[in-house]
């Protein structure tokens, strides 16, 4: 069975939401910071055994998740 993916807003996300955003698909724990101070800006952070990657993301952009 194919996932199936649907768009939300960057403020909506919430912590463990397996994300897909420019073609860069965050999983696992996922957490969200913002960056350097600027309260236009989050990053994803995938934190897992196999991979530790940050994504920066504007919070006015949509990105997609599957699973929830």
Same mark, same amino acid.
């Given at each position: 069975m194919a996932d199936t993916w649907r768009s939300i807003s960057v403020d909506d996300v919430q912590p463990g939401d397996r994300i897909r955003h420019?073609?860069?698909?965050?999983?696992?724990?996922? &957490?969200?910071?913002?960056?350097? &101070?600027m309260d236009t800006m989050?990053?994803?952070?995938?934190?897992?055994?196999?991979?530790w990657h940050a994504h920066p993301a504007a919070r006015a952009q949509e990105v997609e998740i599957t699973g929830r």
């Open positions: 420019r073609e860069q698909e965050i999983h696992g724990r996922t &957490g969200r910071l913002t960056v350097l &101070g989050v990053c994803f952070i995938e934190d897992t055994p196999t991979r």
